[in-house]
């Protein structure tokens, strides 16, 4: 069963502009996550937020949560080419004993 | 270097023939996963185990097989029950059984001759 939706599935983007990304989830939630793939390769962990908090910083990248929208987003600033990749977004439903549920992702290209 | 490391990267399945994909880690995490990725999708659990002799199924766990005989090993087959196998499969660790940051390997491609 798929839970987080990613929006858009696709972003095209100049190096130096901001990309934001936006994730809806369905059910009530521990925490929710962001993770990034380079093309044929493993996901890596980003961010982690928790349902109490509201936005949280790591480097370039912002993450903030709408539980009552059910909802977050991703921003990277000042986007370089090396972060061309795939953001997804996974949810830890409140009671799934850590069973993450991932979205299908957003495909962002960043062009020099 | 700790880490998370699957083999083969790539894999070939004849019809009828089982297949077994390794996931060995040496991070000393109690948690471990495998999920399947078809392209353009996201990703869907297999399989996840939190301790040692211990596992469950996830969403789509019909075709497949786990055993967690050891901390450190997490190998999945894929039974020729599995019709549809072609697709990345993803193993992933994790420090705990919340599901708080997995860390993946690099995935095994496995296509059916």
């Known amino acids: 069963s798929q839970q987080g939706e990613e929006d858009p599935q696709a972003l095209s983007i100049q190096e130096g502009e901001n990309a934001t990304m936006n994730c809806s989830y369905k059910t009530s939630i521990n925490n929710l996550q962001w993770y990034r793939q380079n093309s044929g390769r493993g996901l890596v962990h980003l961010i982690l937020?928790?349902?109490?908090?509201r936005e949280k910083h790591s480097g370039r990248l912002r993450v903030t949560l709408d539980t009552s929208k059910k909802s977050s987003s991703l921003l990277i600033t000042a986007s370089r080419a090396a972060d061309t990749a795939s953001y997804f977004c996974a949810t830890d439903a409140s009671g799934s004993q850590g069973n993450l549920i991932f979205g299908k992702g957003t495909k962002l290209s960043v062009k020099p | 270097d700790g880490g998370i490391t699957q083999s083969p990267k790539y894999l070939f399945r004849k019809e009828g023939q089982n297949v077994t994909l390794s996931c060995e880690q040496n991070?000393?995490?109690?948690?471990m996963y495998w999920y399947r990725q078809d392209p353009g999708q996201g990703l869907r659990l297999i399989y996840y185990?939190?301790?040692?002799?211990?596992?469950q199924k996830g969403d789509i766990a019909e075709g497949y097989s786990v055993s967690r005989e050891k901390k450190e090993s997490f190998p999945l087959t894929v039974t020729s029950a599995q019709k549809n196998p072609t697709a990345f499969y993803l193993c992933?660790?994790?420090?705990?059984?919340?599901?708080?940051?997995?860390?993946f390997g690099s995935g095994t491609q496995l296509s059916v001759l």
């Open positions: 991070l000393n995490h109690d948690a």
């Open positions: 992933a660790s994790s420090q705990g059984q919340k599901g708080e940051k997995l860390f």
């Open positions: 185990s939190q301790i040692v002799n211990d596992f």
């Open positions: 937020i928790r349902s109490n908090e």
